[in-house]
């Protein structure tokens, strides 16, 4: 047991010393290189450590002590097309950046029936920056969401078919966004048009939720995963910080915050999921893998910011239940070697009618590929993932600043939105 203490010591430091972002997108999978190359096929074979996030009742597969980290490297880059209501036209393309999203895993084997397992991992994040005069400054210049979740997990080897899984989910938020916020005055009797205010939010807080899993080895070629993840409330809390304070007319009027610096508080609702993984093992060096995950995305209702300056943030959302389906492949042409496929697709999810600019996404298609190599006990995995994010059009939003007379925009969509993510992992085996 000393030699486990010391190995989770180990890995808690090194997840801490991370610098974390967020990523394109609002639901994670960039759990491990494998996981990634395999385009999240995990949760049948779940054969690995990082089956604590995929499928924690997998982990009864390995004896001994095993730990693992790494981390995904996200660049993603799209482009707002947006017409204005005076019949003028404006192309934005999004600055770019590379988002981290870190990964840590340990398991350890109790006796015959009882393994231990410590996940840690980024289950929801996004991140997007524009200019800070671009058309829709009023909307969002730049967000950055992240999530980072410890899962202490216990599985039970029932028999030699079925093993089940527990997990307890802590999960901690980090919340920074920035918008510009209009300034109308009065020059005399007339309203002029003032300087912009540029606002800062920042927040951080804390959710806790539950992880279970099932795995059943119905044969030698076939296993089947189920997994469960509870939704998780956060409580934020942070600050609004303003570039100028000024009067403003449209804040006398309730359409914008009064440019005070205050204290803010949100309460994020983020969804459950359930995912399902069957794995087929034809030969000992080849095996497939096709499964889905269905996110109860309907619970993600709104996003609502309060000011201590009696000022409220509105932001409804009311996004759809979602769909993951998945494919993937795995080939060991040698003893130290593998090689890994896989694709990936995911339903719309964002309603149009709320449409803003922090998730630019009406669904996603990815393919990756990857490989795997062990030297003794150490292993290392590399993966390369591409990922096209489909059109959200903008036409019949009614988020603030967009469609509004402060931000003028009649129509709008986005294109060519695409992300590239590039992952690595190490593990050893004691």
Known sequence: MKKLYVVLA?????????????????????????????????????????????NAAGITQLP?????????????????????????????TTKPHIW?????????????RFWLGLGLFSRFGLGNEFADNWTGRYNLTNINFQTFSLVPTVALKVNDVLSLSAGVEIMHASFAMGQQIPSMQYIGYFPSKGEDSKMTLNGTGWGVGAQLGAHFRMTDELSLGFSYKSPVTLN????????RHHSNMLADQGQVPHTIDTDVHSTVHLPDSFAVGLAYRPLENLSFEVGTVFTRWSTYDSMNIYFDSDFQSINHKKWRDGWNFNASVEYEPLDWLALRAGFWYETPVTNESHADFMVPSHGRTGVSVGAGFQWGNWTLDLAYAHLWVHSLDYSETDAAGIRSSVGNVSSGNSRNTVANIYSATIGYTF
């Open 100 to 112: 981290a999203a870190p990964h840590a895993y340990i398991t350890h084997q109790l006796n015959d």
């Open 236 to 243: 934020i809390a942070g600050t609004a910080d303003f570039s």
């Open 64 to 92: 001994g002590t095993h730990v693992m980290g790494g981390f995904a490297a996200i660049a993603p880059m799209g482009t707002i097309d947006l017409d204005l209501a005076d019949g003028s036209h404006t192309s934005t």
């Open 10 to 54: 180990v890995c808690l430091l090194w997840a801490c010393q991370v610098t974390t972002a967020g990523a394109e997108g609002f639901a994670l999978t960039e759990w491990s290189s494998r996981g990634l190359s395999l385009a999240g096929g995990m949760v049948g074979r779940a054969d690995d450590p990082s089956a604590i996030a995929y």
